[in-house]
């Protein structure tokens, strides 16, 4: 078509007709497509190249993680070992500690048993201490100093009070 223009022979396939503008209508058409169709493959590219590096990254991380779990499983089995020598070691010894569900449920009512038995001493001790009766309220009038110095005796000669055998 671009030869066309220059030659100035429009004469395409089946219609003969055409002039310069319509040829020109459809270059631009044709180079406006393959512009969005260019710009759409490099986008397409672009996007390829970030999901490539996304799955190369995977790919690493799958490897650092199969790493980390053949190490783990290695320390696991070396653990295992310890576990082991440790149980042989106690069953050559004199001591045997009873695990069983038994020495756990004597421990647990020996353990109930002592707490019942600080519950029952609190209690005692709280009735002992406490007061019983109801709560005094002071009345606003009353001057509860003179009734103590009444009570006790006066201080004699200002702040220091007076030892008799009573005491609050």
């Given at each position: 078509?671009?030869?066309?223009?220059?030659?100035?022979?429009?004469?395409?396939?089946?219609?003969?007709?055409?002039?310069?503008?319509?040829?020109?209508?459809?270059?631009?058409?044709?180079?406006?497509?393959?512009?969005?169709?260019?710009?759409?493959?490099?986008?397409?590219?672009?996007?390829?190249?970030?999901?490539?590096?996304?799955?190369?990254?995977?790919?690493?991380?799958?490897?650092?993680?199969?790493?980390?779990?053949?190490?783990?499983?290695?320390?696991?089995?070396?653990?295992?070992?310890?576990?082991?020598?440790?149980?042989?070691t106690r069953a050559t010894n004199d001591y045997n500690f009873d695990d069983s569900a038994l020495a756990r449920a004597?421990?647990?009512?020996?353990?109930?048993?002592?707490?019942?038995?600080?519950?029952?001493?609190?209690?005692?001790?709280?009735?002992?201490?406490?007061?019983?009766?109801?709560?005094?309220?002071?009345?606003?009038?009353?001057?509860?100093?003179?009734?103590?110095?009444?009570?006790?005796?006066?201080?004699?000669?200002?702040?220091?009070?007076?030892?008799?055998?009573?005491?609050?």
């Amino acid at each position: 078509m671009r030869e066309s223009l220059e030659t100035g022979d429009f004469r395409l396939a089946r219609n003969p007709s055409y002039s310069a503008d319509e040829i020109k209508v459809d270059l631009a058409r044709r180079l406006d497509h393959y512009r969005n169709v260019s710009r759409t493959l490099e986008e397409k590219e672009a996007t390829l190249k970030i999901k490539q590096k996304a799955v190369a990254a995977a790919h690493q991380q799958l490897k650092d993680m199969a790493a980390q779990k053949k190490a783990l499983l290695a320390k696991l089995d070396g653990i295992e070992a310890r576990l082991k020598m440790i149980e042989a070691t106690r069953a050559t010894n004199d001591y045997n500690f009873d695990d069983s569900a038994l020495a756990r449920a004597k421990r647990t009512v020996a353990d109930l048993d002592k707490r019942l038995d600080q519950m029952a001493r609190f209690a005692e001790l709280e009735g002992r201490y406490i007061e019983s009766g109801s709560t005094v309220v002071v009345e606003p009038g009353r001057d509860v100093v003179k009734e103590i110095d009444a009570e006790f005796g006066a201080p004699e000669g200002g702040s220091t009070p007076k030892t008799t055998d009573k005491s609050l």
